[in-house]
């Protein structure tokens, strides 16, 4: 092998020299004790960035399009890094901040995003700062004693006894999952009794998961994800107020017995994403009881019903279920994401446990060291318990009931106006802080038909976004095309809400009389 030469070793010293001094340099925006005036000094520049656009935004976005602005981020170039943290963040408000989608709008009145607490937002600092994982304790200690402390919490509100328990999980979807995840594994263990075995891919085919046809996706996905697939579950009819109906349940569960099958699961949900409704949780718990099946409720977005002060009715009988998801990032008022599923039973947890001598040994379960991915299906976790924490030692739990409390009250009152005027057609009466409703106006003396609201009202949700004067959101019912209003702000008055449907009132106007010019 041929040495190199002068010029090449002399070359590369320098590589090495300039290399080494570019660690060094980068060394300077680790956090840590030395560099913690930098990071102050930093995040305080990013806080006044978001601070100021806040101040500034006149409406919830701005209609850019999705072909302009993939241009305007894909126009960066990520292999040349800015000189600071203030160029850096004058570019994020072109490339972000400016086109972003602010929930905190009155006029943001279309998914399931809210307005977040201050004091969350205190934790969402702290926890990303320290950034705790919180799959071991010898990595986040006392953040798993706060994760712990606020899952008990969260259980005795819903009714569970001291034997409940769970864990903090992304999201609505995952806790779902986790949930099925367990229902799945205890009826496999069933079927096994006597046949140990078994094939689990036989054993499948005979399992159904039972649950409203107004219920979340997730359902469907998590049974395709446990090897069912999407025809495992059976969708259960419901009644005018979009509830499941009890009766055709126990008609669907009887059919599946009679055939063999193995009712694997019933999920009821406590607050529909389309109506807020809240199923028969009583009722469904009696039924799945005589079935030896399991009961979760996917109370995601009704679980902010556990701290209200006037509508906690709605949740009577949710203590009967085998498991629920609660989501604090809709009615707890919580930053993205911060979710918890809940077992009544806290051994249930197993089902997902697997022990690896490189992170959590056998060992130190018997040892009864407070490992929490023993119960979690993820492994690297966020401490996102934090931000709920910090709201309820700030704010207290009943502060947070009162805003959910607002905004059902907010809708009931929207419902009404509504209900009340004859361009509206309103699907069902609200019953959390959701309404359907569809913009059906009589024109040359007649309501327009099925068919032209069908075309109108998608064309309404469309123009309106592209304005950025409002953002709504939209369904189907029954196959036809509706408008929805999600309403999660404690600030919005009925008079901000009006401001909107007058906006679709004009918008629909103006692009039927466009429809008229046109075919003319």
Known sequence: MTSPSVEERIAQEQDFGSKVELALAATNQLFNARNSPSYVAQVLQGVNAVSTKVQRTAKPFTGVGHAELKAKVGAVDLERPLPDTAAALEELDELYLKDAIYFHDARYAAHLNCPVVIPA???????????????????????????????????????????????????????????????????????????????????????????????????????????????????????????????????????????????????????TTDFGSVDPLTELAALVRAYDSWLHVDAAYGGGLIVSGRYRNLLDGIHLADSVTVDFHKTFFQPVSSSAVLVRNGSMLGHVTYYADYLNPESAAKAEIPNQVDKSIQTTRRFDALKLWLTLRIMGAEAIGALFDEAIDLAGRVGTLLAGDTEFELAATPQLSTLVFRYRPVVDGAVIDDDAADAINPAIRAAIFASGDAVVAGTKVAGRHYLKFTLLNAEASLGDIQEIIELIRRTGASLLAETTEAAA
Do not use: C, Y
Not at 171 to 196: D, E, M, T, W, Y
Not at 251 to 258: C, I, K, V, W
């Open 121 to 271: 937002l205190v934790g969402e600092a702290v926890l990303s700062a320290v950034n705790s994982s919180m799959d071991t304790w010898d990595q986040s200690a006392g953040a798993t004693m706060i994760e712990r402390r606020l899952i008990d919490w969260t259980a005795e509100r819903i009714g569970f006894t001291p034997d409940a328990d769970g864990v903090f999980t992304s999201g609505g979807s995952q806790s779902n999952f986790q949930a099925l995840l367990i229902a799945r594994n205890q009826a496999v263990a069933k079927l096994r009794v006597g046949h140990p075995d078994a094939r689990l891919p036989h054993l499948l085919d005979r399992l159904r998961i039972f649950t409203s046809a107004d219920s979340h996706f997730s359902i469907q996905k998590s049974a395709s994800m446990l090897g069912m697939g999407f025809d495992a579950v059976v969708a259960i009819p419901t009644a005018e107020d979009h509830r499941m109906d009890p009766t055709a349940l126990a008609a669907a569960l009887a059919e599946a017995h009679d055939a063999g099958l193995v009712p694997m699961a019933v999920v009821a949900t406590a607050g």
